[in-house]
T-cell receptor, first 110, second 117 residues
Framework: QSALTQPPSASGSPGQSVTISCTGTNSDVGGYNFVSWYQHHPGKAPKAMLYEVDKRPSGVPDRFSGSKSGNTASLTVSGLQAEDEADYYCSSYAGSNNWVFGGGTKLTVL | EVQLVESGGGLVQPGGSLRLSCAASGFTFSRYWMQWVRQAPGKGLVWVSR????????SYADSVKGRFTISRDNAKNTLYLQMNSLRVEDMAVYFCARESYYALDVWGQGTTATVSS
């Protein structure tokens, strides 16, 4: 049950695009299309931004998109806005009813 | 309104116990898998435990296996986490979350467990 690997930080200017990676193994990210992404503003409840790799829950802007290649999933935020500044976490089903999260990426909007 | 509200956090000495509760409202609780996720101070989210809609399937992170017990009462729309033999490293904000399509689509605000002598 090792954590998925995310970069500790990412940044971009308003209007730009930024991509956050999430690397796991054949036993989690690479083995299932059950990768999800969460936005977390400290002190608040985390919010699901993507599920099943690239699906957006109702209400999530289409500026948020996801993809997966092999053992690495990615979250792309296009047209960065100030309110996008937050911590982002990936998560994956890891088989045998287990789950795993990434270490989190702090996104800064410059 | 779909809502999850955690309670039961507090200060406990190492080796002590806490029982967290998560009250669900606004949806049919008995139809959903539920999970507990925690966040230690200054750290990231970490998966803790998962329980099937009818309570028949349960799983735990290795770090809490044998010490924590997840359960649910569908008649009371409530999820529980019994935490025994608490360690300093268990100190965290504990979130309950609803699972849908292998993602956590509804989260509570969290309850804080402080483990300190």
């Amino acid at each position: 049950q090792s954590a998925l690997t995310q970069p500790p930080s990412a940044s971009g200017s308003p209007g730009q695009s930024v991509t956050i990676s999430c690397t796991g193994t054949n036993s989690d990210v690479g083995g299932y299309n059950f990768v999800s992404w969460y936005q977390h503003h400290p002190g608040k409840a985390p919010k699901a931004m993507l599920y099943e790799v690239d699906k957006r829950p109702s209400g999530v802007p289409d500026r948020f998109s996801g993809s997966k290649s092999g053992n690495t999933a990615s979250l792309t935020v296009s047209g960065l806005q100030a309110e996008d500044e937050a911590d982002y976490y990936c998560s994956s089903y890891a088989g045998s009813n287990n789950w795993v999260f990434g270490g989190g990426t702090k996104l800064t909007v410059l | 309104e779909v809502q999850l509200v955690e309670s039961g956090g507090g200060l406990v000495q190492p080796g002590g116990s806490l029982r967290l509760s998560c009250a669900a409202s606004g949806f049919t609780f008995s139809r959903y898998w539920m999970q507990w996720v925690r966040q230690a101070p200054g750290k990231g989210l970490v998966w803790v435990s998962r329980i099937k809609s009818d309570g028949s399937t349960i799983s735990y992170a290795d770090s809490v296996k044998g010490r924590f017990t997840i359960s649910r009462d569908n008649a009371k729309n409530t999820l529980y986490l019994q935490m025994n033999s608490l360690r300093v490293e268990d100190m965290a904000v504990y979130f309950c979350a609803r699972e849908s399509y292998y993602a956590l689509d509804v989260w509570g605000q969290g309850t804080t467990a402080t483990v300190s002598s």
